[in-house]
């Protein structure tokens, strides 16, 4: 699929170089919106303006939903504004929330005066719910029917209004106050005895998200009940809207992208996978080098406070980075565990105990075989076996150390409702090393007298 991707670019390139304009419209027309917008990401050249206006305004405005924020924003700004209105016009509701989201303030507002009546209100209400929400995330173009509609009835509105909906699988089954009574879907509807009324074979129970709780609620609820979208409710079970499963898989991409930075110590720029230049690679990374700039700096100071035990056996230095280096890498692996079972809530409170002890243990185990080994080789190397059974026993203790912190860390921010990626690998890496380098010299000193 990727080659297939770069060969299309490529073939593009070719036939922007021919000015064959086209070509290029009649390929367009073929083409997935998806792919037009994986296209337009890879041209990097500014024609993906040019390319942007060779296509009509309902698979330009499909193609626009499949992009950046940042391209949005940049393709957006480039068309006239008699272009911009027909092209958001084709938007649907949710697509035009999210574009209006990452807009300045003067050019919502004039975007705003162009829309239809019906659709402004829609807008207008969305816009005011957080971004992170069940409701920031919404569509409200769905299917709903009263549920005292007759089967026949309920078939007509669903190709009356089913053309402009999100989706018509489910159909949602509400009283005369609108609020959400049942749900059914359009397979039930249309194999239904013609003489019943939608709320005779409707489902009441129905798993629905409050328009205030958190999008990885609604995410976790799709997921949960295996769900292709959920309904969306206010506080007195008013049907508000609908999260369809795209919806949830782009923020679940989101979300993971978003803890992954945060391990890796980045600074999160919300819908940016890649440093666009070398100064926002500086802005976005500095602060936790910083962070680990001091730490390093703490850890120097451990080496100092033991450099008299550094002097008389000099040997000890040359295994300082093989200590600190698998140390950190498994407080590393025990922290990606804990932060990922943390997000899909496999770690509990109920399990949590089991788990650090789990944990403890992995890394005991470990511990007890990379410093066995470690000992045989400096026993060998260095013709002492105090210098063995210091570095082993600096390896173990370690180890079982590091494996408990890297998965400690992550729940301790999780009690006190701070997010766990927070914990990052170059911060778990650090507090690792300066642990690691304390037990290291605190057992050389121990053994100092073996050891000269």
Same mark, same amino acid.
């Given at each position: ?8 670019? *490529? ?36 024609? +993906? ?10 698979? &330009? ?89 007759? !089967? ?46 939608? *709320? ?7 798993? %629905? ?8 609620? &609604? ?37 993971? %992208?978003?803890? =992954? ?5 980045? &600074? ?27 730490? @390093?700096l703490l850890a120097g100071n451990v080496i100092k406070g033991y450099s008299s035990t550094l002097e008389d056996v000099i040997a000890l ?30 770690? %509990?409170? @109920?399990? !949590? ?11 005991? =185990? ?15 190397? +260095? ?19 590091? &494996? ?34 304390? !037990? ?13």
């Amino acid at each position: 699929m990727e080659s297939n991707g770069i060969n299309l670019t *490529k073939s593009i390139k070719v036939l922007l170089k021919r000015g064959d304009t086209a070509q290029i419209k009649e390929l367009f027309l073929k083409l997935h919106p998806a792919d037009i917008a994986e296209v337009l990401e890879e041209i990097q050249n500014g024609s +993906q303006k040019h390319l942007f206006k060779l296509m009509d305004y309902e698979k &330009a405005a499909e193609v626009l939903d499949e992009l950046e924020p940042e391209m949005q924003l940049d393709i957006i700004n480039s068309l006239p504004e008699k272009e911009k209105e027909k092209v958001i016009r084709e938007m649907s509701v949710d697509e035009i929330v999210d574009l209006l989201q990452v807009l300045p303030e003067n050019k919502v507002e004039k975007i705003l005066e162009k829309l239809p009546i019906d659709d402004l209100e829609n807008i207008k209400g969305l816009l005011l719910l957080s971004h992170d929400s069940a409701g920031g995330i919404m569509t409200t173009e769905y299917v709903y029917i009263p549920q005292d509609t007759t !089967i026949p009835e309920a078939i007509e509105m669903v190709r009356k209004f089913g053309r402009h909906a999100e989706t018509i699988y489910y159909l949602y089954i509400v009283d005369e106050n609108h609020k959400l009574v049942g749900v059914l879907s359009l397979r039930e509807l249309i194999s239904a005895q013609r003489d019943l009324l939608v *709320k005779d074979i409707m489902h009441k129970k129905v798993v %629905t998200v409050n328009v205030d709780d958190d999008q990885e609620i &609604a995410v976790k609820t799709i997921n949960k009940y295996s769900l292709l979208a959920v309904p969306v409710i206010d506080a007195d079970g008013r049907l508000m809207g609908i999260i369809t499963v795209d919806d949830a898989l782009e923020v679940l991409r989101e979300e993971t %992208t978003e803890d =992954i930075h945060k391990m890796a110590g980045i &600074a999160v720029e919300e819908d940016t996978l890649l440093i666009s230049s070398p100064i926002k690679a500086f802005q976005k990374r500095l602060p936790w080098l910083l962070v680990c700039l001091i730490g @390093d700096l703490l850890a120097g100071n451990v080496i100092k406070g033991y450099s008299s035990t550094l002097e008389d056996v000099i040997a000890l230095a040359f295994f300082i980075p093989v200590l600190m280096a698998t140390g950190g890498n498994v407080g590393t692996q025990s922290l990606a565990l804990a932060v990922r079972g943390l997000a899909t809530e496999q770690l %509990t409170q @109920d399990n !949590i105990i089991r788990n650090l002890i789990n944990e403890t243990l992995a890394g005991l =185990i470990v511990g007890i075989f990379c410093g066995g080994l470690l000992a045989i080789i400096a026993l060998f190397w +260095q013709g002492n076996p105090y210098i063995g059974i210091t570095i082993g026993a600096a390896m173990v203790i370690g180890l079982a150390l590091s &494996a408990l912190i890297g998965m400690l860390i992550p729940i301790i921010l999780n009690l006190l409702h701070i997010d766990p990626a927070i914990a990052s690998g170059p911060l778990i890496t650090t507090v690792v090393d300066i642990i690691t380098l304390a !037990i290291y010299f605190g057992t050389a000193t121990f053994f100092l007298k073996e050891l000269i």
